[in-house]
């Protein structure tokens, strides 16, 4: 808590510099939502300059607080106050908002301007990364913490949340979850201001927030978000609320100091207009013809609460000195961690722990898990309410609960679109390689999660089982078909689907060290066959993402590609096409973005630019394979929903079977062959 002492006239003039800061923003952009930073404001100053714990010198100081600003619209409230307190944002970053290769892009992104934690601007997402990121700091606290020092898991979460975040149905989840779990380190501020895009809150929100957060386990406050004591006051008392989490609904008005657009729809997503900015000066005693204007006196009350916060920081790092001093092992294990170290010998370690059986190759991925669990101290995650089918559960570790941060097991219940914003929030806490599951038709549900992940570059991995028609009779409401090409439509994001014990190994082992963003690791709940002795291969045949599991002798008349559990059909349909006297070769593909990335010298080597007709098999939508080859290409997938029905039923109803793939290929040699006929004719 800041010691600077700021007069009431100075506090509403150090509000009315950032709510006029972007405001000047968004109309020399013409484009942004005003509304926004001019109703919060005099909240943000009030938390910045008396509560607030960062470093503009040091923004990933593991000390500080974590500010998400949920609205992402919003992002000029965010911009101005990082100028203001000495962040590398320059007023000409201010002015240059919206505009291309600026450090002040429409919505706050994460990795792109210093002091943004998160990128946001989905609603809904910041509110729950938020959450993440206070589940992670109280692990954070039991696992390094000792006697006397106390110094990491003592920041708190602040986030400004708006009404649209508290509509969409993740803030439930998340804010549910975070209740149960006692995550006293959370301070949300509900910018509750009764205003959406379509005019007041009435046409469709009329619920009682207040009652809706107790009844989560929340420590909720209700305050006039315009009168600063009362913040003060308000925000205090969420600091020293340690069990639950607080909301604080702080009553505002969008849109504050516009004569004509305040209170209203329009000041949410338009620039004011040229006469309203100036009227609204006006009315704030602000000179009307200065723009992007910081009065000394506010300069001086920043840059002096930013020196307050370096001695508090100085403080911090001698603290964080000694203990490293006195526990070096655990200061060596927290920066291993905070660098995702991974054990050299991992690829080895796995292809051991894997074993090589008859079995569904989600119980390979468990097995593999297991060993994460055992040599990655960062590994941590769960499942929404499936881990006894996804087999994530880590068996030698305790589930994480109520006061208990000391596990690995983190139960989500069945909210799958909080766990992967969760899981995105931990990773941006960073020390963690965080893990969530469920069966691969409910990705849908993640989606938004996933694509967030992509964007930030998180290595998040998302872990999905049941990952074909296979599941059989609980039917098509289960089975999943759209789903994988679904994923890999998603840019930046690493989609596994192995096809036995090896595969799935090297599969987590690519996954956890991949730096460039999410995994998507999907996974059979049927049986599939050991393929070991079929071809030679090596670990670096498999880590390349695509490579050739059984040959033919010479050149190949068809070239079978395969994911998952249907390269076991891809090889026995060779073995039918063989006795048709075609030479066949079979190509696995557990990861086709790796695949992608090889060298064209490497991929020309396994699908050859010489004339061969190419072939894909796989249990989904056949969207997504175009690019593989220059040749003619058949892909084998499905189009249409699944049937409720045992699942080998399914697959011959499907025509996944090795006779009806082997007749399909035959069939497509023979559209080829009338098609190359029908040319010579017409030439």
Known sequence: MSNILVSNELAKKAANTIRLLAVDGIEKSNSGHPGLPMGMADIAFVLWQKYLKFNPKNPNWAGRDRFILSPGHGS???YSLLFLYGYDITKDDLKEFRQFNSKTPGHPEHGHTPG???????????????????LAAKLSAKKYNRDNFELFGKENIFAFVSDGDLMEGLSSEAASLAGHLELGNLIYIYDCNNITIEGNTNLTFSEDIDKRFQSYGWQTISVNGHVHRSLEAAIEKGINETVKPTIIIAKTKIGFGSPKKQNTSSAHGSPLGTNEVKDTKINLNWGPAAFFYVPTEIKEICEARVQELEEEYDEWESKYNQWAEQYPLLAEERNKDLNNELPENLDDELIKAVKNQTVASRIMSGQAMQKIAEIVPTFIGGSADLSPSTKTHLDNWDSIQPGKFNGKNIHFGIRENAMGSILNGMALYGGFIPFGSTFLVFSDYMRPAIRMAAMMKLNVNFVFTHDSFHVGEDGPTHQPIEQIASLRLIPNLTVFRPADAMETALSWSMALRNTEGPNALLFSRQKIRKLDGINRRTIEDIKKG????SNS??????ILIATGAEVDLAIDAKQILERQNYRVRVVSMPCLEIYKKQSLQYRNSIIPIQKCLVAVIEAGSPQGWQGITWNPLHVIGIDKYGISAPNNIVAEELGFVTEK?????????GWIEDYDALQENEE
């Open 76 to 78: 000029m409230l965010l």
């Open 116 to 134: 943004v934690e998160v990128t946001t601007g989905p609603l809904g997402q910041g509110f729950a990364n938020g959450i993440g990121m206070a």
């Open 546 to 549: 695509g490579y050739i599991i």
């Open 553 to 558: 002798h010479k050149h190949p008349d068809i």
């Open 661 to 669: 793939i082997a007749h399909e290929v035959d069939r497509f040699v």
